[in-house]
């Protein structure tokens, strides 16, 4: 009996299955998962993208002691976040007393891996799915005038 046609029917099936759950991730949460932990923010302003996973992250363990009522409850704006991109800082572990370990260096994709190891499992799709697509801002702007 040839064990290696079973081997490969499994591996076929595991690949399947992987490849729905990634299916059903963008269903769920209304991202593009590129692969495994990585998701495409190409059609999203990376200082929404920044400020939204701030505004989700959690303190560090400790900080919140430290921290008077306003701090604790102030959101990074769009704009804040622009200027620490426009400073040349893409890479963030603790950003303003909380957890993020991501890198926005590159123009098309994010690693959340970290960022959900910290923050809570789908804490990082969740946020960036708020982030308003690009076509739909030009939109606003374009109606706006």
Avoid: W
Avoid at 87 to 110: A, N, P
Wanted: aromatic share 4%; net charge negative.
């Amino acid at each position: 009996m040839d064990n290696s046609n079973n081997v490969n029917d499994f591996l076929e099936m595991l690949d399947i299955q992987m490849k729905q759950g990634i299916e059903d991730t963008k269903k769920d949460f209304g991202v593009t998962i590129v692969e495994e932990s990585i998701v495409d923010i190409s059609n999203k302003n990376k200082a929404d993208v920044l400020a939204t996973l701030h505004n989700n992250a959690r303190f560090i363990r400790g900080i919140m002691l430290s921290l008077t009522k306003e701090e604790k409850n102030k959101i990074m704006t769009t704009e804040e976040a622009q200027a620490i991109l426009d400073s040349g800082v893409e890479e963030f572990d603790i950003l303003k007393g909380k957890y993020m370990s991501i890198s926005l260096e590159d123009e098309q994709k994010v690693d959340i891996r970290e960022y959900n190891r910290y923050n809570g499992e789908n804490a990082a799709e969740t946020a960036i799915a708020t982030c308003p697509n690009k076509e739909m801002q030009e939109d606003v702007q374009i109606g706006d005038e």
